[in-house]
């Protein structure tokens, strides 16, 4: 069963947001444990133009590593399908309501001796997968070992999402091949 990163488009091309300062700034740490807010947590749009052009926003953007955020959009359209691996919660984007997206269906299915590691940190590189821990079925899920950077779709989750994605016209979304270049352009679509 093929495993995919589910991310975003370029962020040279698209506009992400800012995080918040402080301590607010660690309500997004999307580890994989369910996360609780009091209040819709305030952010920004990064402006700063790339080269001579002002990137435009898209349905779903990038905030923080590890997840995603959903304009109401991409919410109407995706929220009841990925309401079963994680969960949405409220973002105040310069005075409209955006959803940040954090996957909390952990499962440990990385093979740390078989994945390529960085020589110093030991971070892992490129996941190898263990197929017999992989989901079957349709899911989406973090792995303990890259769960702070990473969501994955095993491939029945890629295909259910692309044709719900498709179908509502969402920009933004993109899967990539585990220990892929990190490469989020246009053609991702």
């Known amino acids: 069963m093929k495993v995919w990163k589910f991310t975003h488009w370029s962020l040279n091309e698209f506009a992400g947001l800012l995080p918040p300062e402080g301590r607010a700034a660690n309500m997004l740490d999307a580890d994989g444990r369910p996360l609780v807010w009091k209040a819709p947590v305030r952010v920004a749009v990064d402006n700063e133009p790339y080269g001579k052009n002002h990137r435009p926003r898209v349905d779903i953007s990038h905030l923080a590593h590890g997840s995603l955020v959903f304009n109401e959009k991409a919410k ?52 190898v997968f263990v197929a017999s821990k992989v989901p079957q079925t349709a899911a ?14 095993n491939d029945p989750a890629k295909h259910e999402l692309e044709k719900l994605i498709a179908d509502a016209g969402l920009t933004g979304a993109a899967f990539e091949k585990p220990g892929s270049p990190q490469r989020r352009l246009r053609e991702s679509r």
């Open 76 to 127: 109407s359209a995706l929220g009841s399908y990925l309401e079963r691996f994680g969960q949405f919660l409220p973002l105040d984007v310069e005075g409209h309501r955006e959803w940040f997206y954090h996957v909390t269906n952990l499962i440990d299915c990385i093979d740390p001796v078989a994945s390529k590691k960085k020589p110093v940190t030991g971070i892992i590189e490129k996941e």
């Open 140 to 153: 989406l899920f973090k792995d303990p070992r890259t769960a702070i950077v990473f969501m994955y779709a």
